[in-house]
C-alpha cells in the first residue's frame, strides 16, 4: 500500500565546508527557492556552527531554515571544544544532524551516545535528524536490514515523535562516491525502517520523514525521491552550490 503523504524535507550538509563568504551562495539559494514554482518540499541548510548565526539573516524571509551539526550530549559544561544543541538553538538553527556515519567512524560514536545526543537536541526543543546505514562489507554479507534496523533500534530514543525526529538513511559506502543503491534496494530498507517504526511508536510511526542519503545528485534525485517511504534527501556534496541544490529541492513534489 502507498505510504501516506509525508511533507517531504531536502536538507543540505555542509560538513566541515563554508566561511563567511558563504553567505553569497546561500542567498542565491534563498532567492531562487523564492521563484515560482515554489518548493514543495521544506528545505533546511546545515552550515558549520560559527555561520548559523550570521546566515540567519540571509535566509530571512525564504523557505530556507538552517540547522547544525552533531553536539554534545550535555546542555553545559567542563567539555572543552564541544558545542551543546541548546547553543545551537540560541543562534538559530531548528535542527541538529546526530549520528553521522563521518562521526561513527571518524570520533568512534556509537548508537549509545547517537541516542543520547538525539535526546539532548529534543530536550533544547529541536529537531533530531538521526543517520544510520550499513557499510560496503555489511551491505556485502546480506546483512543492511538486520544492521539498519539495530541502529534504528540503539539510536532513536524512546519518547521520539514525528515531529522532532527525522531519520535518514545514509549507505556508508553511498556518500561522496557517487554511487547509490538501485531503487529497489534503497524502496526495500526504507520500508524495513518504516515497519520497525510502526511496530515501536505506533500510528505515529507513518509520520516519522524517513530521508535518503548518499550521492545525491540533480540527475538521481527525481526517481530517488518518488520512492515510497523517501520523504525527502540529505545531501552532501551538491547542497553547497545553488546550482546542485535547487533542483534537488525542485524534485521534491
Ligand atoms: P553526499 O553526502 O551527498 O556528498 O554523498 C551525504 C551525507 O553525508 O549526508
Given at each position: 500500500m502507498p505510504q501516506r503523504k509525508v511533507k517531504p524535507l531536502i536538507a543540505g550538509n555542509w560538513k566541515m565546508n563554508g566561511l563567511r563568504n558563504a553567505a553569497k551562495e546561500l542567498r542565491r539559494m534563498a532567492a531562487q527557492c523564492a521563484k515560482?514554482?515554489?518548493?514543495?518540499a521544506d528545505v533546511l541548510v546545515c552550515p558549520p556552527v560559527q555561520l548559523i548565526w550570521p546566515l540567519r539573516e540571509t535566509v530571512k524571509g525564504s523557505p530556507i531554515r538552517l540547522g547544525a551539526q552533531d553536539c554534545h550530549p550535555?546542555?553545559?559544561?567542563?567539555?572543552?571544544g564541544d558545542v551543546s544543541a541548546e547553543m545551537m538553538a540560541d543562534v538559530g538553527a531548528r535542527a541538529v544532524i546526530v549520528g553521522h556515519s563521518e562521526r561513527r567512524t571518524d570520533?568512534?560514536?556509537t548508537s549509545g551516545l547517537v541516542r543520547q545526543k538525539a535526546e539532548a537536541v529534543h530536550g533544547a526543543g529541536l529537531t533530531a535528524i538521526i543517520c544510520l546505514g550499513e557499510t560496503e562489507a555489511e551491505r556485502d554479507a546480506g546483512r543492511t536490514i538486520r544492521v539498519i534496523g539495530k541502529q534504528l533500534q540503539d539510536s532513536?530514543?524512546?519518547?521520539?515523535?514525528p515531529q522532532n525526529t527525522i531519520i535518514a538513511y545514509e549507505p556508508v559506502w553511498a556518500i561522496g562516491t557517487g554511487r547509490t543503491p538501485t531503487l529497489k534496494d534503497i524502496e526495500k530498507a526504507h520500508k524495513a525502517l518504516r515497519t520497525r517504526l510502526v511496530k515501536r511508536?505506533?500510528?505515529?510511526?507513518?509520520k516519522f520523514r524517513l530521508l535518503y542519503g548518499g550521492s545525491v545528485k540533480p540527475g538521481n534525485a527525481t526517481e530517488i525521491l518518488a520512492?515510497?517511504?523517501?520523504?525527502?534527501a540529505l545531501v552532501?556534496?551538491?547542497?553547497?552550490?545553488a546550482a546542485d541544490f535547487i533542483p534537488i529541492v525542485q524534485a521534491a513534489g
Open positions: 515560482s514554482p515554489k518548493p514543495k550535555k546542555a553545559s559544561g567542563a567539555h572543552t570520533h568512534g560514536e532513536v530514543p524512546a519518547d521520539s515523535k511508536f505506533g500510528a505515529d510511526g507513518e520512492i515510497d517511504n523517501v520523504n525527502g552532501g556534496g551538491a547542497s553547497l552550490k
